[in-house]
């Protein structure tokens, strides 16, 4: 705002809006103050303070504008310091922001009319400045008016760069900037799936800043791919492989986090990556890691989990006899130890196993049913629990080529854990 002077008018310091002292608020501020010298033509202004400035804008002057600065400022307060200057003019009144723990202040701009008179004529216009507030709202050791005018920080936010430092910390015991992370990690959580693989962690930390990664679990590890790294590029540092070891470097970077594929009866797992700052007492970042464990499904209803048949046997997860010889995937893991390969046909070692079975103790085989049924009358199978059915037909024919059935009876004889035993049929003794 211009100042708009009267001829002729008596000399005065004054506000635009006519005030005569200015009371400014902790922040501090820009003031407009205009000087009408009252035909005296020279004056001096002088001061003590060093929380405020003034500069000659001239007659036509505005804050908008660039000051002029015409005078001495006042830099230390240490002595009086003067601004010079004539006929009527705007002055630009600086005024700083409260430092923390600031009282009350004030002063006074005083202005001889005349200055080269022997009794120039005086005036004064003083200048005060209220104390700081002292609420904290988000109780972090800053006030609310330190937080806002000063750090730029969050007056109701403890942590505003949220690099694990309280903002009070950062300001007052490390001197690191509350508005940029000194140390950071994003995002705050990896879930990976019982499959496996990597995901990319972001590591924000000051370019000197030194800076260590640990684990607490051997099932994940990590890798660091440098500022502009991706899942793509090289390692080009060393991987921690297990929990025990450690990975260092300085400042922001990308990391590699990679899961380990789970086992078929795998269980829900989690773990944890710190990273910590070597010279900053406090300063951790930590992430959460999960891998949740192998789905149950089994689409083709084989006895194998679709997660074992695609990742542990390589079998068709919807395919409940993937190569075709009429035996189910999952009997033919169940059995792998007798040979039998669910990738394979495994036709030729059945009927091994078959003949083989021949002369197994306690087991009935086709060729051993063949032979006790001679005659074609008798039918033998085996039965549960050590057991034979057996099965007698009675049949008549009026020419021994045809035959038609008369009777049929079944019966289950134990073998009472005999290795073999032998039947017979005989007609009932005469009476």
């Given at each position: 705002?211009?100042?708009?002077?009267?001829?002729?008018?008596?000399?005065?310091?004054?506000?635009?809006?006519?005030?005569?002292?200015?009371?400014?608020?902790?922040?501090?501020?820009?003031?407009?103050?205009?000087?009408?010298d009252?035909?005296y033509?020279?004056?001096?202004?002088?001061?003590?303070?060093?929380?405020?400035?003034?500069?000659?804008?001239?007659?036509?002057?505005?804050?908008?504008?660039?000051?002029?600065?015409?005078?001495?400022?006042?830099?230390?307060?240490?002595e009086?310091?003067?601004?010079?200057?004539?006929?009527?003019?705007?002055?630009?009144?600086?005024?700083?922001?409260?430092?923390?723990?600031?009282?009350?202040?004030g002063?006074?701009?005083?202005?001889?009319?005349?200055?080269?008179?022997?009794?120039p004529?005086?005036?004064?216009?003083?200048?005060?400045?209220?104390?700081?507030?002292?609420?904290?709202a988000?109780?972090?050791?800053?006030?609310?008016?330190?937080?806002?005018?000063l750090?730029?920080?969050?007056?109701?936010?403890?942590?505003?760069?949220?690099?694990?430092?309280?903002?009070?910390?950062?300001?007052?015991?490390?001197?690191?900037?509350?508005?940029?992370?000194?140390?950071?990690?994003?995002?705050?959580?990896?879930?990976?799936t019982?499959?496996?693989?990597?995901?990319?962690?972001?590591?924000?930390?000051?370019?000197?800043?030194?800076?260590?990664?640990?684990?607490?679990?051997?099932?994940?590890?990590?890798?660091?791919?440098?500022?502009?790294?991706?899942?793509?590029?090289?390692?080009?540092?060393?991987?921690?492989?297990?929990?025990?070891?450690?990975?260092?470097?300085?400042?922001?970077?990308?990391?590699?986090?990679?899961?380990?594929?789970?086992?078929?009866n795998?269980?829900?797992?989690q773990?944890?990556?710190?990273?910590?700052?070597?010279?900053?007492?406090?300063?951790?970042w930590?992430?959460?890691?999960?891998?949740?464990?192998?789905?149950?499904?089994?689409?083709?209803?084989?006895?194998?989990?679709?997660?074992?048949?695609?990742y542990?046997?390589?079998?068709?997860?919807?395919?409940?006899?993937?190569?075709?010889?009429?035996?189910?995937?999952?009997?033919?893991?169940?059995?792998?130890?007798?040979?039998?390969?669910?990738?394979?046909?495994?036709?030729?070692?059945?009927?091994?196993?078959?003949?083989?079975?021949?002369?197994?103790p306690?087991?009935?085989?086709p060729?051993?049913?063949?032979?006790?049924?001679?005659?074609?009358?008798?039918?033998?199978?085996?039965?549960?629990?050590?057991?034979?059915?057996?099965?007698?037909?009675?049949?008549?024919?009026d020419?021994?080529?045809?035959?038609?059935?008369?009777?049929?009876?079944?019966?289950?004889?134990?073998?009472?854990?005999?290795?073999?035993?032998?039947?017979?049929?005989?007609?009932?003794?005469?009476?």
């Amino acid at each position: 705002m211009v100042g708009a002077f009267s001829t002729g008018a008596a000399q005065s310091v004054r506000t635009p809006e006519g005030d005569t002292s200015v009371s400014v608020d902790p922040q501090g501020g820009d003031f407009l103050v205009e000087v009408e010298d009252g035909g005296y033509g020279d004056w001096t202004a002088s001061f003590s303070a060093n929380w405020f400035q003034i500069a000659d804008l001239g007659s036509n002057g505005s804050l908008n504008g660039s000051p002029s600065l015409n005078g001495s400022l006042s830099l230390n307060g240490s002595e009086p310091v003067s601004l010079n200057g004539s006929g009527d003019t705007n002055l630009h009144l600086a005024v700083e922001p409260q430092p923390v723990g600031g009282g009350s202040r004030g002063d006074e701009l005083v202005f001889a009319f005349g200055s080269g008179n022997a009794t120039p004529v005086q005036a004064t216009f003083p200048v005060t400045q209220a104390a700081p507030p002292a609420t904290d709202a988000d109780g972090d050791g800053l006030t609310d008016y330190a937080e806002t005018y000063l750090y730029g920080t969050e007056p109701g936010n403890t942590d505003t760069d949220g690099d694990g430092l309280s903002d009070s910390e950062e300001v007052t015991i490390y001197g690191s900037n509350p508005l940029v992370a000194e140390l950071k990690l994003s995002p705050s959580q990896l879930d990976f799936t019982a499959e496996g693989g990597d995901q990319l962690l972001s590591l924000q930390a000051g370019d000197s800043a030194d800076w260590t990664v640990s684990l607490d679990a051997d099932w994940f590890s990590v890798a660091n791919l440098g500022a502009n790294g991706s899942l793509n590029g090289s390692v080009n540092g060393t991987s921690s492989l297990n929990g025990s070891s450690s990975l260092n470097g300085m400042g922001s970077t990308n990391l590699k986090v990679t899961a380990t594929r789970q086992s078929v009866n795998g269980t829900q797992r989690q773990g944890s990556l710190t990273a910590t700052l070597l010279e900053v007492a406090g300063g951790t970042w930590t992430v959460t890691v999960t891998q949740a464990a192998p789905s149950l499904l089994d689409s083709d209803g084989d006895g194998l989990t679709n997660f074992s048949e695609v990742y542990e046997y390589g079998t068709d997860p919807n395919l409940a006899d993937t190569e075709g010889d009429g035996i189910g995937d999952g009997v033919e893991v169940t059995y792998s130890d007798l040979g039998f390969n669910p990738l394979e046909n495994s036709d030729t070692l059945l009927q091994r196993i078959q003949q083989a079975a021949a002369s197994l103790p306690g087991m009935v085989t086709p060729a051993q049913k063949a032979k006790l049924a001679r005659g074609g009358g008798i039918e033998l199978s085996p039965g549960p629990n050590n057991s034979v059915d057996v099965t007698f037909i009675l049949e008549r024919s009026d020419d021994l080529t045809n035959w038609t059935e008369v009777d049929r009876l079944d019966q289950t004889v134990s073998m009472n854990g005999k290795d073999r035993i032998f039947l017979r049929v005989r007609k009932p003794a005469s009476p």
